[in-house]
């Protein structure tokens, strides 16, 4: 298991290096981000315009992803991503850094009003 996290460390790092990786996956495809934070896109509140901002991901993979967050009850992990037609492990792992799962709001704040 060590292995398999060393190797992807070392893909992330050879991707960012070569900018295959953009630092901001709001950036348009081929543009050049310089520092600052990242922004990550969020598979359970993102629209298909937003999704459609991340590399590889054209309009029709983007609607395959909001339609297996509705029929899914939204991401859990982002390995989920690949369980979407169109998303294999290559174009995952091009992802990955770029997106996140939390939750879409939070319904429940700690305390319950139910009696």
Do not use: W
């Amino acid at each position: 298991m060590q292995h398999k996290h060393s190797a992807f460390v070392v893909l992330l790092a050879v991707l960012l290096c070569t900018g295959l990786v953009a630092a901001n996956p709001q950036a348009p495809t081929g543009s050049s981000a310089q520092g600052g934070a990242s922004t990550l896109v969020n598979l359970n509140t993102a629209t298909p315009t937003q999704l459609d901002t991340l590399p590889g991901i054209g309009p029709k993979v983007a609607a395959r992803i909001v339609e297996y967050r509705q029929k899914n009850g939204g991401f859990k992990k982002v390995e989920e991503l690949m369980n979407v037609q169109g998303i294999g492990e290559k174009l995952f792992l091009k992802l990955k850094p770029l997106v996140t799962v939390a939750p879409a709001k939070a319904e429940r704040s700690g305390t319950s009003s139910a009696i």
